[in-house]
């Protein structure tokens, strides 16, 4: 992270690795798997994102937690060693419950379960938390 708290640009190097990596993606997949593709990013990015951006720093954290929280409510194996939230919580230096508020909505708003939630008393899914 730089002194200044300023986000640094993406380097060309990082633009060519993200284009070689969406070809990869993209390439083999139909026009009609291409549309369904681009639907779940966008409602990727609508989890993550705020919907004012008024920059800073609060507003990165967390977008970067969101993501975080959505990668592992998706698979806790995505991350190296499979750690808890609580753990990943503590890496990244914010609380437990903060990444388990997100991870919640998460798992409500996209109706997936991980096998680390599977214990969850208070679960519920997206329609029973609407009737509720």
């Known amino acids: 992270m730089n002194p200044n708290n300023i986000i640094e640009p993406i ?9 070689s990596a969406a070809t990869d993606i993209l390439e083999p997949l ?17 989890f993550a994102g705020p ?3 008024s920059g ?6 967390t977008i970067g937690r969101r993501l ?6 998706i698979t806790p194996d995505y991350f190296e060693e499979g750690p808890s939230l609580a753990q ?4 990244i230096g914010c609380t437990r419950a903060t990444l388990s508020v997100h991870s919640a ?6 109706g997936i379960r991980n096998r680390c939630q599977d214990h969850g008393w208070n679960y ?9």
């Open 30 to 46: 139909s026009e009609a798997e291409c549309e369904q593709f681009i639907i779940a990013v966008k409602a990727t990015l609508n």
């Open 51 to 53: 919907k004012s951006f």
């Open 68 to 73: 975080i929280a959505l990668a592992w409510t």
């Open 11 to 19: 380097t060309a190097d990082e633009i060519n690795e993200a284009h």
């Open 88 to 91: 990943i919580a503590k890496a």
């Open 105 to 110: 909505q998460a798992r409500r708003q996209f």
């Open 124 to 132: 519920r899914d997206k329609k029973e938390s609407k009737a509720a």
């Open 56 to 61: 800073g720093q609060d507003h990165i954290r």
